[in-house]
């Protein structure tokens, strides 16, 4: 079963600095596009960014500039720097793989608070 390891949460200050990681179990040769989603409490999971295979990048207005998404195929590998950090950024963070059009896999989630 193919698993979707999360690591690199933690709390920070209002304009810190975090870097979240997601390795997948398996190597990957399909198609798929990776992303990063975040849930705060009473709020619904929202698209945080995503890259394709193609490493075309999507971010949410409330993040871009702030935010970089990358890959590592090599590592099997998502990664999200987030820089210039804000309490409104306090949520957990959950990686997601898609693969073709039938696979969608999530990770375990990872908490990141941002103090004022």
């Known amino acids: 079963q193919v698993q979707l390891v999360e690591s690199g949460g933690g709390l920070v200050q209002a304009g810190g600095s975090l870097r979240l990681s997601c390795a997948a179990s398996?190597?990957?040769?399909?198609?798929?596009?990776w992303g990063w989603y975040r849930q705060a409490p009473g709020k619904q999971r929202e698209l945080v960014a995503d890259?394709?295979?193609?490493?075309?990048?999507n971010y949410a207005d409330s993040v871009k500039g702030r935010f970089t998404i990358s890959r590592d195929n090599a590592k099997n590998t998502v990664y999200l720097q987030m820089n210039s950090l804000k309490p409104e950024d306090t949520a957990v963070y959950y990686c997601?793989?898609?693969?073709?059009?039938?696979?969608?896999?999530w990770g375990q989630g990872t908490q990141v608070t941002v103090s004022s």
């Open positions: 398996i190597s990957i040769f399909s198609t798929n596009t």
């Open positions: 997601n793989l898609k693969l073709g059009t039938r696979v969608n896999l």
């Open positions: 890259i394709s295979s193609s490493e075309r990048t």
